[in-house]
């Protein structure tokens, strides 16, 4: 009788045990990665946009931040750093006029079309304001250090890099991984030596790269004999620098769009593709209305990815070219680089936070209005 | 004549489209190969014959020879390559395997618990953060402004926090989360390399797996909420009414099913931990280097060690290639599932 009382008493206890410990399961899964994220994510940027505000000096017994303001982003926008930031601007055309109106026109039309539609909300406006000062600068930047006469700033080399590689590592992911999901003898030993790029450190792919576009020693010596080009460098001539970068880019990036395309193409049903073919579909027709609605999801999330990363762009232009010819290939996060190796913490901390700035602003742009309404149109 | 141009079954291309697809793929396998091809004959090269011009066949062109190798593995670099090869062997899958416990942990508390944190509770927290920061700036011991910020903290908490009702769901934790990832490196390391340097950490295991761990926690996340997502929510609901605690649930039911998507995560954070450059460069100086570090270090004084480097970077990818082929049919049905949600 009293073991048995005993017994009781024990089971309950045990119970109210684990209905505690299990509420507190909520937490005990989560809060493991929100205190590391606070820890490590949190608390540096906060530091970092403290940095970026100071000067940084070696004082006795270490070193010294002062309180300088908005010193650091003055300098980067209008000082001495500014040809280097935003690039050297050529004067304004009637062709650039041409160029920058019509970016306007099209953003004041995405506006309108906005503010028609009637279902305008306050955060809505907003960003989409935001968005459109945002794009209306940057391509004033673009236009005017695109042209003749004008230099392309560390801001906007990244956003060339940036875009120009995504566009060509989608392209190629895209199409090699169609290929690759026919039924063709041998098509696993393809995806496995499409994957290797990627296995490589970034640095060891750069210098890679830096010896095999070295035109007087690489293998393809003979090639730029025979084009006469043996005594110009093409890594000193900056857009060929950029092309030799974005080509390591695309050769680097262009397995990860490969494989996760690849992934979504097997996962697709075949049956609405076999109807397809019985009504007598050609295959272009097939692609363009089941396979691309199929992995347009995937393909929204792989771009936001490597949008994200493509930004910290830093290896390939740091061993390539050492950022020349002159600053030509620096991407921002070289360029922040450079200022943290001269010891300029503040100017260092203020372009990582413009850089930040683009990678936000970009995501956001990409995550609320081109993500869901692809997304949506389905 | 036309059986040429005709498919057999839909997945299977015709005669003349397969040959065109095993040109089209040759053609990439050879851009991907040539570049590795010449990796491997620099590694065989001694410095005259890098500097004299391309040499292209071993044993016709010229005469290999086992230099860089053998300086690398057993002459006056072993030391320093078995110290850094043992230092990304430790330091990468360690970090990896954390990020894939606490990440898949936090990925599966936002697919299946629901929280709302409040606003009020955030903005005071990011004040107190602010406090404390804007404190040890001024001189105050780091101890002392911590723990005044945390009981600032909870006293605001408890008397302005509770007024803001406005709370948050899990889909914004989430983006939270994931907007980690966008944060670039260098916007954050020196504040690390300083707080680390505070800590007496620089140059320990420590410090590189913690922020590895916090680094790549975004993507464990990204990628396993999607796979979390695909498992039916039946089964727990089963085991939760024989009477399993969450953590059972979580361990014996929802673990194994995800284990393809737990290897493909894996091998992805393996890969970017094990190449990472950036970080390592600064909070290591001397024990605990790894080895993209040393690839670097081949460009000395007298120039780049192009042989040297190729072995090195040969040396690196050898082992992850071995992963990434014993799990390889892991991968693609890991990322299949996930995939699939987008």
């Known amino acids: 009788m009293d073991t048995k009382h005993e017994e009781f008493q024990h089971s309950r206890l045990h119970t109210i045990i684990s209905s505690a410990t299990d509420r507190l399961a909520g937490s005990v899964f989560i809060l493991p990665t929100v205190l590391a994220l606070l820890f490590l994510s949190i608390f540096p940027l906060i530091a970092s946009l403290y940095v970026s505000l100071a000067k940084f000096d070696i004082a006795p017994g270490g070193f010294k931040f002062t309180f300088v303001g908005l010193k650091n982003y003055k300098e980067l926008f209008t000082g001495s750093e500014g040809t280097h930031f935003l690039g050297k601007f050529a004067p304004s055309t009637p062709l650039t006029w041409i160029v920058f109106g019509v970016v306007v026109m099209a953003l004041a039309v995405f506006l309108a079309r906005y503010l028609l539609k009637g279902k305008v909300s306050m955060g809505g406006l907003m960003g989409r304001i935001l968005l459109t000062i945002g794009l209306g600068l940057l391509s004033w930047m673009l236009v ?30 895209l199409g090699l991984a169609l290929l690759t999901v026919q039924n063709l003898p041998g098509r696993r030993f393809f995806r496995v030596i499409f994957l290797l790029p990627m296995m490589i450190t970034p640095v060891g792919v750069a210098y890679m790269f830096r010896m095999l576009t070295d035109t007087s020693k690489g293998p393809f010596t003979p090639i730029w004999q025979a084009l006469g080009l043996i005594d110009f460098s093409w890594v000193n001539n900056a857009w060929g620098a950029r092309t030799a970068i974005l080509i390591g880019d695309v050769w680097q990036w262009t397995p990860f769009m490969f494989i996760v395309l690849v992934a979504a193409l097997e996962s697709q049903p075949t049956e609405p593709i076999e109807a397809a073919t019985v009504d ?39 061993v390539m070219t050492n950022g020349g010819p002159g600053t030509a290939t620096q991407s921002l996060t070289y360029h922040a680089y450079i200022n943290w190796r001269a010891l300029d913490l503040g100017a260092s901390g203020a372009v990582a936070y413009m850089l930040l700035f683009l990678v936000t602003f970009f995501s956001m742009i990409f995550v609320n209005l081109i993500r869901q309404r692809t997304v949506e149109a389905l | 004549m036309k059986r040429w141009f005709q498919s057999k079954t839909i997945n299977t291309p015709s005669p003349v489209g397969a040959l065109l697809s095993y040109l089209v793929l040759g053609f990439w396998a050879l851009l991907i190969l040539f570049p590795l091809y010449w990796l491997v004959i620099t590694s065989f090269k001694i410095s005259s014959q890098v500097a004299e011009g391309p040499f292209y066949i071993p044993f016709v062109d010229y005469q290999p020879s086992l230099d860089a190798w053998k300086y690398i593995l057993v002459g006056d670099l072993s030391k320093d390559t078995l110290r850094n090869f043992t230092n990304t062997a430790i330091v990468a899958p360690v970090s990896a395997l ?237 990322l299949l599932i996930g995939a699939v949600k987008g």
């Open chain 1, 144 to 173: 005017h250090t695109l042209w003749n006469g004008g230099r392309l700033g560390t801001a906007s080399t990244t956003l060339v890099y940036v875009f120009v590689g995504i566009f060509f590592q989608y392209i190629l992911g």
């Open chain 1, 280 to 318: 007598g579909a050609n295959s272009w027709q097939i692609f363009q209305h089941i396979t691309w609605p199929a992995i347009l999801p995937v393909s929204m999330t792989l771009v936001l990815i490597r949008l994200i990363e493509a930004f910290k762009i830093v290896d390939l232009p740091n």
């Open chain 2, 98 to 334: 954390l990020a894939l416990v606490f990440g898949t942990t936090a990925a599966y508390a936002l697919v299946r618990f629901e929280y709302r944190p409040r606003v009020g509770a955030i903005l005071t927290f990011i004040g107190c953060v602010l406090l404390s920061i804007f404190t040890i700036s001024k001189g105050v011991p780091w101890q002392i402004a911590l723990a005044v910020s945390a009981v600032v903290f909870f006293l605001l908490l408890q008397t302005i926090g509770r007024r803001f009702q406005r709370a948050l769901g899990n889909n914004d934790i989430a983006f939270w989360m994931i907007s980690q990832r966008m944060l670039p490196p260098i916007a954050v390391v020196i504040p690390i390399y300083i707080l680390f340097q505070k800590l007496h950490l620089l140059d320990t295991y420590i410090a590189l797996i913690i922020t590895y761990v916090t680094s790549n926690l975004p993507i464990v996340i990204w990628l396993m909420r999607d796979y979390l997502n695909t498992i039916p929510i039946e089964l727990e609901e089963c085991a939760a009414i024989d009477g399993a605690s969450r953590y059972r649930i979580f361990s014996s039911i929802v673990l194994p099913l995800a284990i393809p998507g737990l290897v493909a995560t894996f091998l992805f954070v393996l890969v970017f931990t094990w190449n990472e450059y950036l970080l390592a460069l600064f909070l290591s100086s001397a024990k605990i280097q790894t080895l993209p570090l040393t690839i670097a270090a081949q460009n000395a004084t007298r120039g780049p060690q192009w042989w040297n480097m190729s072995v090195l970077i040969l040396i690196m990818i050898v082992p992850v290639i071995v992963i990434a082929i014993v799990l390889e049919r892991y991968i693609t049905r890991g």
